[in-house]
């Protein structure tokens, strides 16, 4: 139904393949956030060319946001012959570190053996190539469509997002009447529709105690083992219980249906800035811990925080001298997008049509920009489909298969018509 749509994806391959290599070649990484305005206003300036009109917006007063690492959005807009829906695609434009253990150059673009390799190829720099050439080939075979497309390209979703679409979304950017449906390119497999993601709350939990000569401890009160007792009942009790605790949500991996907390740091008493020296003989007086809590449907904020609070009241009971400080880093509720939804039947219409197969429907175990766009936005028509598998992203070399760019862009390509023209191909 769709014979010269998807055509027009297939002469376009070599393009796309081009494009994502381009985008590899901006080392945009996060932190700090570097090369972001460049492969911003490379984005900007080739939809530009395509009729596009192109904003770039600074995500001012969010972390990170300095005149040397400026926060640069890009938000493009193409208006259709007449009135109708906006479909947004959102890709975040920011990676991660390369870290070690590369057998290739991590911002060289590297075309061999049917893939892209590089950091971001995977995650995302491939779902926005395939994005763009999806939109560009749509345009040319439908050129009277109605309604509106909008690409941008966001920073920071690696730490947050609240420089990029929390920004954006702050200032209307993902709410109706702008836009009606949203469709991220995250790397969740070409077959799969991901619907939405678990609750996370990350926290910073400090243990008070005395400062005193390392000699004599006695006369001091230490917080490093007051942060062990924390500890221990977090295994004991804590852990145990999480565990036990299951969703109906479609999270992948299997192991990600249940409740999780990780600890991803801890730090207390002498710091280790006395190297090459010698550290001072002090009783510490401080300890830090900071938890990532990931949370089900099913489970309340409020009670996945008391959780943690009781079992820290509860020391401060018992313990001598047990004191403590809590402190909220980020807190994001769970979110699924419901399976009739329109960009959610739209997406899945042309996995069928491309696949000839029904989706898998799944949610992803960690967040992504979806969170803004649904508790800022308060737009619930989102979803993530892209190309890339989600084990390779942040890994050494780090690659996308050519393939399945192409055939994503096709399927998001389908489901555009689906949205805009209500799929009549053609």
């Known amino acids: 139904m769709h014979d010269q749509l998807l055509n027009a994806i297939d002469a376009r391959t070599d393009d796309l393949v081009a494009l994502t290599a381009d985008l590899i070649r901006f080392p945009t990484v996060n932190p700090p956030g570097e090369a972001y305005r460049p492969c911003a206003e490379y984005v900007g300036e080739r939809l530009k060319k395509r009729g596009f009109g192109i904003e770039y917006v600074r995500g001012e007063g969010s972390p990170g946001d300095t005149d040397r690492y400026p926060r640069i959005n890009v938000v493009a807009r193409f208006d259709g012959r007449s009135p109708g829906p906006c479909v947004h695609f959102n890709s975040h434009i920011d990676v991660v570190e390369a870290g070690e253990g590369w057998s290739l150059d991590p911002f060289a673009g590297i075309v061999k053996d049917g893939r892209v390799y590089g950091r971001g190829a995977c995650d995302m720099k491939g779902g926005l190539a395939a994005s763009i050439v999806a939109v560009e080939a ?11 497309i909008e690409i941008s390209g966001t920073v ?61 401890p006695f006369l001091g009160d230490n917080a ?26 479609p999270v992948v991996p299997e192991g990600a249906r249940r409740s999780t907390m ?41 009670d996945v925080k ?19 400080q809590i402190r909220d880093l980020m807190e994001v509720q769970p979110t699924m997008t419901e399976r009739d939804a329109p960009v959610v039947k739209a997406v899945a219409q042309g996995i069928m049509e491309i696949f000839d197969r029904e989706p898998d429907y799944v949610i992803s175990p960690g967040t992504y920009d979806q ?25 050494p ?20 018509d689906v949205l805009l023209r209500g799929g009549r191909g053609g």
């Not at 500890?231 to 109906?248: C, H, N, S, V, Y």
């Not at 002498?270 to 089900?296: A, H, K, M, Y």
């Not at 070399?397 to 555009?416: N, T």
């Open 262 to 302: 990780n600890i991803n740091s801890i730090h207390g008493g002498q710091t280790e800035d006395f190297r090459p020296g010698l550290p001072s003989p002090n009783v510490p007086d401080w300890c830090r811990l900071t938890i990532d809590r990931r949370f089900l449907l099913e489970e309340k904020i409020g």
């Open 156 to 216: 920071d979703e690696e730490s947050g997002g609240f420089g990029g679409v929390a920004h954006l979304a702050k200032l209307g950017y993902f709410s109706k009447p702008k836009v009606d449906h949203v469709i991220i390119p995250e790397p969740l497999n070409k077959e799969r529709i991901c619907l939405g993601h678990r609750g996370v709350w990350w926290a910073e939990i400090e243990t008070k105690g005395e400062i005193a000569h390392g000699s004599m």
């Open 306 to 324: 008391s959780e943690v609070t009781s079992i820290l009241d509860r020391l401060k009971r018992e313990r001598p001298k047990f004191d403590y």
């Open 371 to 395: 969170k803004h766009v649904a508790r800022i936005g308060h737009l619930y028509d989102c979803i993530a489909y892209g190309p890339g598998i989600l084990d390779l992203a942040h890994r």
């Open 224 to 249: 490093v083992r007051h942060m062990g007792a924390v500890l221990a009942a977090f295994e004991e009790e804590l852990f145990p219980a999480l565990d036990r605790k299951q969703t109906k949500m």
């Open 138 to 148: 749509f345009m040319a075979t439908y050129p009277d469509f109605p309604g509106s």
């Open 397 to 416: 070399d780090e690659w996308v298969g050519i393939e399945d760019m192409v055939q994503s862009a096709k399927v998001m390509a389908v489901g555009l």
